[in-house]
């Protein structure tokens, strides 16, 4: 067994550097511009990263490699990190700061590292007399003190551990984001002529409930962050939901009103026995008549539906944007109705990927679990390696 020492992060680290400042854009003028939205949902999504304007030392200069790592140095998420395994062409924002981790240690174990009390109470101490805008520089972030497993083969040992859950994750999300494009391809306004009103093949539910009013130890909370964190909602003490939320109380649709330009259509099934709330950035639809959620998805997570939307759109701020309940309702979609066979199709696929996505918020659960008793050395590998085993 490897035994355990104390470092500063800086020690195990062969550079700490800053970002690029710089304006990002949606056009392809350059590498992608990783920034701190982009790392504190969850899953990181290369294809929602935006560009940069960068020169060729700029490029060279801030590029992000397999293995660095990322950590924000300022606003709410501080201290919020993400390894970084197989990068496009891609540099990283100023308000990031890079870690690139000695060849004697472990990246991966390093990125889960991060993750664990002692470090996140670590930067909770430093930040916590910055009320108005917590921050900290990269040699602060640097100096953080950590218990490390003195061998590297034990710091491999512990992330793969972790690492296997995290990779049957993305397996699983690639499954369920691969039945989504086929149900997409299926239900396609190239395949299909009639339309309808979508207020025709759904209802809009706008029953909202007081989380200060639930007696429940823990609900489902199906937010914009948890959306683009994995498609998972969020399990929280109803105590901490600070304003009234929307009642799913079936099967339904779940449309960001904000931004339609950015595609958030959600397709929920709410645990029976467990209270679900959705965000009032959302209009809640239910399926009408024989029509199921899988197809109404189908039809509302179309591309030229969603164009559609974001011609209607309210507000000056492009970052809020919001397009009126009516508008949307009025709004032309293929008519699920006539889909027969091919609405089976869609419903098969349907489950197919909401089955993946339960899976993977159960390993995350697990991942979750499993990282503090590994760091603290509570927990053994081999018992590690056997629980995961079982559940997997």
């Not at 939901?241 to 929920?268: C, H, M, Q, T, Y």
């Amino acid at each position: 067994m490897s035994d355990w020492i104390q470092v500063r992060l800086r020690d195990i680290c062969s550079s700490v550097d800053y970002g690029l400042t710089a304006s990002a854009t949606e056009a392809p003028v350059g590498p992608r511009f990783l920034r701190i939205t982009d790392i504190v949902h969850g899953s990181l999504s290369w294809n929602r990263v935006p560009f940069v304007q960068a020169s060729a030392e700029q490029a060279e200069k801030y590029r992000l490699h397999p293995g660095d790592v990322v950590i924000a140095r300022t606003g709410a998420t501080t201290g919020a990190s993400k390894w970084i395994e197989s990068p496009p062409d891609a540099v990283f924002a100023s308000y990031l700061v890079r870690l690139k981790i000695s060849n004697a240690v472990d990246s991966r174990f390093v990125g889960y590292l991060l993750k664990d009390s002692q470090f996140t109470e670590y930067v909770r101490a430093v930040t916590g007399d910055k009320s108005a805008q917590p921050n900290a520089s990269a040699t602060t972030l640097a100096n953080a003190r950590l218990r490390v497993p003195s061998a590297k083969a034990a710091q491999q040992a512990i992330s793969a551990v972790l690492g296997a859950l995290d990779d049957k994750i993305v397996v699983n999300e690639r499954l369920a984001a691969t039945a989504e494009d086929l149900s997409l391809a299926l239900a396609s306004g190239e395949r299909w002529e009639a339309r309808v009103r979508l207020e025709e093949v759904c209802s809009l539910r706008r029953e909202q409930v007081s989380p200060q009013g639930i007696t429940d130890d823990a609900v489902d909370l199906y937010s914009l962050p948890a959306f683009d964190a994995g498609k998972s909602p969020e399990r929280t003490a109803p105590e901490l939901i600070k304003s009234g939320k929307f009642s799913v109380a079936e099967p339904a649709v779940l449309l960001s009103k904000l931004n339609p330009d950015i595609p958030r259509v959600w397709n929920v099934a709410p645990k029976p026995g467990t209270t679900s709330l959705a965000s009032t950035e959302f209009l809640v639809l239910t399926p009408r008549g024989t029509v199921t959620s899988h197809e109404l998805w189908a039809v509302t997570a179309q591309q030229a539906f969603l164009d559609e939307l974001a011609s209607k759109v309210t507000g000056t701020s492009k970052s809020h944007q919001r397009v009126r309940p009516a508008e949307v309702l009025a709004t032309q979609v293929v008519d699920p109705r006539r889909f027969g066979e091919t609405g089976r199709q869609i419903q098969s696929l349907g489950s197919r990927a909401a089955l993946a996505r339960r899976e993977s918020q159960t390993l995350a659960t697990l991942r979750d679990t499993l990282l503090p008793q590994l760091m603290s050395g509570r927990l053994r590998v081999k018992d590690a390696e056997k629980i995961v085993e079982d559940n997997t």
